[in-house]
């Protein structure tokens, strides 16, 4: 019996019906944004692992259509965050105001208070504004004077940031970089790819024909699905021997997180109900390792003098942890 026998936590025909409402989300993005259907698949991976992303690209090639067309797939609340020198945490979470007719203090919610929100050039905003952010992404909630405010879910961060100019920027801490479930690039489209977005972006406008394909119910619905996935103990083992190699490779000097693990067993539960699966194969591991450990990692300066990439280097480990064979 492969290693991945069917759970009976799922009814017949459920998880088919999940698989198609999760890829109906993805291919409703992908009207909209042409050309990177891996990329809007490792977003909605995302979305139902519960997790963040932050996309390093250059600007104009879509990372904020990229979100907007995300959010109104599931039929969500959108708001954007433009980053920038001057803004203060309470412009992020809110703020209390005295309300003098009542005598009391009024909470007035920030932008954080949405759905999907997109912080625009995250890292142009000063360490303590970007820190307002860390409670937010990992408690799901607000405090402002001492209340706890929460967050509705689904709630989901997408980050971006310019990779090529730093003047004026503040580099995300390490400590926040590990709070993103993955780091996305859009890049350039292909030849083909751009004569089309050419084409939909200049004789009308693609996203304002866009309808929603889920709601909010259903998106969480499927986030529960997702804890559901059955995962083997010599899966757990291999995710674990992953991160040991991070950590013992020449070309790392700081290695994966247990932080790191939890995002990419939980990252590939969800990309195994995309493939139309209730258990996880090492394949769904391997697929999303080089997005979802990347930034989590710091090359050794030797690594660094000879311009390794991170992905680069979690690709050669791959090649050298050992695939688990069937549990039976």
């Known amino acids: 019996m492969h290693s991945g026998t069917r759970s009976p936590v799922f009814?017949?025909?459920?998880?088919?019906?999940?698989?198609?409402?999760?890829?109906?989300v993805a291919a409703n993005v992908a009207a909209v944004i042409l050309g990177k259907e891996e990329v809007i698949q490792a977003c909605v991976v995302a979305l139902l692992a519960g997790g963040h992303i932050i996309i390093e690209d250059y600007p104009g090639v879509g990372k904020t259509l990229l979100a907007k067309a995300l959010a109104r797939s599931v039929s969500c609340r959108f708001a954007r965050i433009q980053?920038?020198?001057?803004?203060?945490?309470?412009?992020?979470?809110?703020?209390?105001?005295?309300?003098?007719?009542?005598?009391?203090?009024?909470f007035?919610?920030?932008?954080?208070?949405?759905?999907?929100?997109?912080?625009?050039?995250?890292?142009?905003?000063?360490?303590?504004?970007?820190?307002?952010?860390?409670?937010?992404?990992?408690?799901?909630?607000?405090?402002?004077?001492?209340?706890?405010?929460?967050?509705?879910?689904?709630?989901?961060?997408?980050?971006?940031?310019?990779?090529?100019?730093?003047?004026?920027?503040?580099?995300?801490?390490?400590?926040?970089?590990?709070?993103?479930?993955?780091?996305?690039?859009?890049?350039?489209?292909?030849?083909?790819?751009?004569?089309a977005i050419l084409d939909s972006q200049t004789s009308g406008d693609p996203f304002s024909a866009l309808d929603p394909v889920v709601d909010a119910?259903?998106?969480?619905?499927?986030?529960?699905?997702?804890?559901?996935?059955?995962?083997?103990?010599?899966?757990?083992?291999?995710?674990?021997?992953?991160?040991a190699a991070t950590r013992a490779s020449r070309d790392i000097y700081l290695g994966a997180s247990p932080r790191a693990g939890i995002a990419l067993l939980r990252a590939a539960k969800a990309l195994a109900i995309l493939r139309d699966r209730d258990f996880v194969v090492p394949q769904d591991v391997k697929d999303l390792a080089g997005r979802v450990l990347s930034h989590r990692i710091i090359l050794?300066?030797?690594?660094?003098?000879?311009?390794?990439?991170?992905?680069?280097?979690?690709?050669?480990?791959?090649?050298?942890?050992?695939?688990?064979g069937p549990d039976r």
């Open 300 to 324: 050794s300066p030797d690594a660094a003098v000879h311009e390794h990439a991170e992905e680069a280097v979690i690709a050669r480990l791959l090649e050298t942890v050992p695939i688990p």
């Open 83 to 106: 980053f920038t020198p001057d803004l203060l945490p309470s412009d992020v979470t809110g703020v209390s105001v005295f309300n003098q007719k009542t005598s009391g203090f009024e």
């Open 108 to 195: 007035r919610p920030g932008p954080i208070f949405a759905n999907i929100v997109l912080a625009d050039e995250i890292n142009r905003a000063s360490p303590k504004t970007q820190a307002s952010l860390l409670e937010c992404m990992e408690e799901r909630q607000a405090t402002i004077d001492n209340v706890a405010h929460a967050i509705v879910a689904p709630f989901m961060i997408v980050a971006t940031q310019n990779p090529i100019e730093y003047e004026g920027t503040y580099p995300l801490p390490e400590a926040q970089l590990d709070r993103f479930m993955m780091r996305l690039s859009l890049g350039y489209p292909s030849p083909a790819a751009e004569e």
């Open 217 to 243: 119910a259903e998106v969480l619905s499927m986030q529960e699905a997702v804890s559901r996935v059955a995962v083997t103990p010599p899966l757990r083992r291999y995710v674990v021997a992953l991160l």
């Open 11 to 24: 009814q017949d025909g459920e998880m088919r019906e999940i698989a198609r409402r999760a890829n109906g």
